[in-house]
T-cell receptor, first 116, second 112 residues
Framework: DAMVIQNPRYQVTQFGKPVTLSCSQT?????MYWYQQKSSQAPKLLFH???????NEADTPDNFQSRRPNTSFCFLDIRSPGLGDAAMYLC???????????????FGPGTRLTVT | QQQVKQSPQSLIVQKGGISIINCAYE??????FPWYQQFPGKGPALLIA?????SEKKEGRFTISFNKSAKQFSLHIMDSQPGDSATYFC???????????FGSGTRLQVQP
């Protein structure tokens, strides 16, 4: 089945130790998103890639970076995790068609990040 | 103007009853309105979605009602089941931004 895959599902890192989360998709969608979700809150968009174009949200801290080496893969790098960065990180994909029409957005299962 | 207001925050329904969750938006550039279902520890799953050119869409027990003039839309879950117990998020997207704006979520509990 076509899907959005995230690895690892659970990640424990130490305060200040860089960590990378990965996402892959078999949907061949041209947009990939990274969200942060904390307990009992809605997902919060960090940034997204439209093809190779990176679009950062204005309030995303510089501590968060992303790479998209090809259509299928996207990575979230947290350069110096703080205790406040402990959260579920969700990858999502979508297709943007003719005239910029956005189609359904599908989420992966998420990576639960713990910072010790 | 990017906000989507969702209510209620939590909802308890008896098995077999109707669950209704409401959302309101202000941004008239929104042109796509999905609902997501999320179980604890899982990613949000797309449940049903509607575009503003129709007033209602039904898929199985799930129905979206859309009122463009009032800038409101709602999710109706008919014959609610305990397995429907989850958090539900409404969302909106405007094509120019390519990103979802989420409501705050509704925690639904269906009692057996």
């Amino acid at each position: 089945d076509a899907m959005v895959i995230q690895n690892p599902r659970y990640q424990v890192t130490q305060f200040g130790k860089p960590v990378t989360l990965s996402c892959s998709q078999t949907l061949n969608h041209n947009v990939m998103y990274w969200y942060q979700q904390k307990s009992s809150q809605a997902p919060k968009l960090l940034f997204h890639y439209y093809d190779k174009d990176f679009n950062n949200e204005a309030d995303t801290p510089d501590n968060f970076q992303s790479r998209r080496p090809n259509t299928s893969f996207c990575f979230l790098d947290i350069r110096s995790p703080g205790l406040g960065d402990a959260a579920m990180y969700l990858c999502a994909t979508s297709r943007v068609g003719v005239a910029g029409k956005v189609y359904e957005q599908y989420f992966g299962p998420g990576t639960r990040l713990t910072v010790t | 103007q990017q906000q989507v207001k969702q209510s209620p925050q939590s909802l308890i329904v008896q098995k077999g009853g109707i669950s209704i969750i409401n959302c309101a938006y202000e941004n008239t550039a929104f042109d796509y309105f999905p609902w997501y279902q999320q179980f604890p520890g899982k990613g949000p799953a797309l449940l049903i979605a509607i575009r503003p050119d129709v007033s209602e869409k039904k898929e199985g027990r799930f129905t979206i009602s859309f009122n463009k003039s009032a800038k409101q839309f709602s999710l109706h879950i008919m014959d609610s089941q305990p397995g429907d117990s989850a958090t539900y998020f409404c969302a909106s997207i405007d094509t120019g931004r390519r990103a979802l704006t989420f409501g705050s979520g509704t925690r639904l509990q269906v009692q057996p």
